[in-house]
């Protein structure tokens, strides 16, 4: 995710445009989770991963297309401003440092276009970024604006300014193919300005609440972490322990895959349903993938100690073929992180339910101080 730079507050906008509901459908390439978008006159068809833990988005370039570093196999498309005729610079720029690369180059505006909604946006045209294995164009940020780079805004708070949303949030449904769709959309959708958990949800949602990392404003989305409760089926029934996460930070982060524990309470999450990280790290225990079942479970606690929202999650949710390069073996389900008191949920989480990120205002709501935002996690129904 990118460093705080700037707060975007946009002066409320009067518009004619007419409100809507985008439905995006995902495509998956090499783990990647990507949507389309139709950018300049004339067109043309950027794939860009779709990012909560960052806000700007960003194609690359022309020349980056062909100067910089892609082993994905994906053939970027390469914004050239040159040869669109309503693409503008608007004399700023932007360096932004993530959690897994860089990119650079300077600020666009531009007329973007997707589910049936044309809009202009500003975006970064990286002329630098060393995204090697991204198989995408580049990134949407999906964050709050208090974290834009070059003064780009996002596409939901753009949206939302200029009235082209019926509702101030959206909903992702991953689909069941988490790896390769071919190089056309699965059965996943990103639906902006609305959400379908009428759709896909079986049962009520978890709310979440999301919290400032700052007095006024919020920057990705983020919650208290409490606690994660493990069990695993014994010779006696079943046995549960709870691991005290000291009201920690956890960030739900589509960008991320992975899901990443402060070290010590991943180690105690492991022994909760007695796997030994430690053996694994040291190669001298391989999960196979046999063992990510249904006798154990993890049960999640966020938000308000008072009030805990719980999602659970089992083995068998959590099994991603691959590790020590086997099929028979799956990779460990969360790593250690070196920062205390800080939890990345990524996507081999997220992608296990429907999930709905409600902005919690008017769906043309500029002022992020008036924003109440609140994530919710749906068990997907069952496919017929």
């Not at 919650?223 to 009201?247: H, I, K, Y």
């Amino acid at each position: 995710m990118s460093p705080v730079t700037r707060f975007f507050s946009a002066a409320a906008v009067a518009s004619v445009a007419t409100a809507a509901v985008m439905e995006l459908p995902i495509i998956v390439d090499n783990g990647y989770k990507t949507v389309e978008f139709n950018i300049g006159t004339p067109a043309k068809t950027y794939r860009l991963l779709f990012d909560t833990g960052s806000s700007s988005s960003w194609a690359v370039d022309s020349t980056c297309k062909t100067e910089c570093a892609n082993v994905s196999g994906y053939n970027r498309t390469g914004y050239d401003i040159a040869a669109s005729s309503t693409g503008n610079l608007t004399g700023n720029s932007a360096d932004i440092p993530y959690l897994g690369g860089r990119v650079a180059g300077p600020a666009v505006d531009e007329v973007w276009s997707a589910g049936g909604v044309t809009w202009d946006q500003a975006f970064i045209a990286a002329n630098e970024s060393n995204w090697a294995a991204l198989a995408a164009d580049g990134f949407m940020g999906l964050g709050f604006s208090s974290i834009i780079d070059g003064g780009a805004n996002t596409v939901m708070e753009t949206l939302m300014a200029e009235g082209h949303l019926d509702a101030a949030k959206f909903g992702i449904y991953y689909g069941t193919e988490f790896t390769n769709t071919g190089g056309v959309p699965g059965d996943g959708v990103l639906t902006l300005g609305g959400s379908r958990e009428a759709d896909f949800v079986d049962g009520d949602l978890t709310t979440i609440p999301i919290t400032r990392v700052f007095p006024d404003y919020y920057d990705v989305w983020r919650s208290t972490m409490l606690s994660v409760n493990g069990t695993r089926t014994t010779s006696n029934g079943s046995l549960e322990t709870a691991v005290d996460f000291s009201f920690g930070t956890v960030v739900f982060d589509t960008g991320a895959g992975s899901i990443t524990l402060p070290e010590a309470q991943n180690l105690k999450v492991y022994e909760s349903i007695g796997m030994n990280y430690t053996a694994i790290l040291n190669g001298e225990h391989i999960p196979l993938c046999s063992e990510f079942n249904s006798s154990w479970s993890f049960k999640f606690s966020f938000g308000d100690y008072r009030t805990p929202q719980v999602v659970e999650i089992t083995g068998e949710q959590l099994k991603r073929p691959g590790f020590a390069n086997r099929e028979d073996a799956c990779w460990p389900p969360f790593e250690g992180g070196e920062t205390s008191g800080f939890t990345l949920i990524g996507t081999p989480f997220l992608r296990n339910f429907y999930t709905v990120w409600d902005f919690g205002s008017a769906a043309n709501e500029t002022d992020i101080a008036k924003f109440d935002p609140k994530l919710s996690f749906g068990k997907i129904k069952a496919k017929a």
